[in-house]
């Protein structure tokens, strides 16, 4: 095997039939591949206005109310940790609804179970 000297470069002979073309490519920018991007629309996709409606959608029937607690919630609500709340619900002293593998307690359950837990000091 020979040792090369000199340029690694490729160089292409005179005689190469596309050696006036690699020397044209070489000095001269490729032509742009992207195409022309259309204006900029400042409107909205569905054509709103980006205004609220004249009259708001009003909100379904028992959205107002949630019937099922998870643990974060019913954690959050009595101001307790959730480990203390999964205890509580473990142990059958939360009421509970299990669906599949979830387990929630009711909103009426819960209310009734705190009016229970609490009491009324005698003095």
């Given amino acids: ?10 160089k292409v002979s005179s005689d190469h039939p596309n050696s006036s073309t690699l020397s044209k ?4 920018q490729a032509p742009s591949l992207q195409a022309s991007r259309p ?3 400042y409107r909205r996709r569905g054509g709103g206005t980006g205004e609220p409606a004249p009259q708001p959608v009003p909100p379904p029937l028992f959205a107002e109310q ?15 940790g959730r480990t203390k709340t999964f205890q509580l619900m473990q142990s059958g002293d939360l009421p509970t609804v299990h669906l599949g593998r979830c387990v929630r307690v009711p909103v009426d359950a ?3 179970w ?10």
């Fill in 114 to 123: 705190i009016a229970a837990q609490t009491s009324i000091g005698d003095d």
């Fill in 25 to 28: 490519d070489r000095n001269e």
């Fill in 66 to 80: 949630t019937w099922l607690l998870d643990s974060r919630e019913v954690a959050r609500l009595l101001g307790i």
């Fill in 1 to 10: 095997m020979a040792a090369r000297t000199g340029s690694a470069s490729k």
């Fill in 110 to 112: 819960l209310q009734k």
């Fill in 39 to 41: 204006s900029v629309s």
